[in-house]
């Protein structure tokens, strides 16, 4: 793998995709922070089919904290580890209240400072909120770059660091939601469709699928 081929690799995939964002529905920062919250080790299918009825009653952390603890559980009891879930967005909430005015933060260290936020979601939010090139990098990003050549890595950290040293600077900004959504439909864990893959001769998988 060399920057010319990283290069086509993103060219194809803007070509296929000129405007990709995540699946997660939202309308605002706020919304966006909780589904992202919500979505961990969850799909992103079930946590829209939570705040589709959650985000009409609670778009704000106001409303959110309005509902409490156990009424928030109610909306997410169809995701996993809605518990723990519920009690970190409670908890989030407070926070933007006594620290932000209300507001999603735009700085790294005042997310991630939030209950449930760590650095991938952290970087969803700035890269899909605010428009930063960052790129969060989950499972599917993960085996997509090390698969594919891309960026490999022995981790999470380790993926996204190379990710964004070789990453031409004009794709960085969607360059997240290019893999995930790779990963996520063409290059499966199990049985990657090759067949299917728009990368499929600038990949160094071996083991490719007919």
């Known amino acids: 793998m060399n920057a010319q081929r990283r290069r086509e690799i993103f060219q194809r995939l803007q070509a296929a995709n000129p405007h990709p ?4 529905v939202h309308r605002s920062a706020f919304e966006l922070l909780i589904a992202v919250m919500l ?13 589709a009825t959650l985000f009409p009653v609670a778009d ?21 580890l809605y518990p723990t879930k519920a009690k970190n967005v409670i908890a989030t909430c407070q ?12 700085d790294r260290e005042s997310l991630e400072a939030l209950p449930g936020v760590g650095r991938k979601t952290a970087n ?11 790129i969060a990098v989950d499972t599917h990003i993960f085996r997509v770059a090390n698969r594919t050549g891309l960026a490999p890595g022995k981790n999470v950290e380790e993926v996204e660091a190379k990710l964004l040293r070789h990453v031409p ?5 969607d360059a997240h939601h290019w ?8 290059c499966k864990a199990r049985k ?6 728009v990368i499929r001769d600038l990949c160094d998988f071996k083991d490719k699928t007919a």
């Not at 979505?39 to 705040?51: E, H, M, R």
């Not at 600077?169 to 900004?173: Q, V």
């Open 60 to 80: 704000t952390p106001e409303k959110m904290l309005s509902l409490g603890e156990d009424g928030l559980k109610q909306h997410i009891r169809s995701i996993g």
């Open 169 to 173: 600077a004009e794709f960085k900004l």
């Open 21 to 24: 964002t995540t699946e997660l």
């Open 192 to 197: 990657p469709e090759c067949a299917a893959c």
């Open 95 to 106: 926070i933007l209240l006594d620290k932000h005015a209300g507001e999603v933060p735009h």
């Open 124 to 134: 969803v939010i700035l890269n899909t909120a605010f428009g930063e090139p960052t």
């Open 39 to 51: 979505s961990a080790q969850a799909t992103d299918k079930s946590v829209n089919i939570a705040t």
């Open 179 to 186: 893999l995930i959504l790779l990963g996520r439909y063409v």
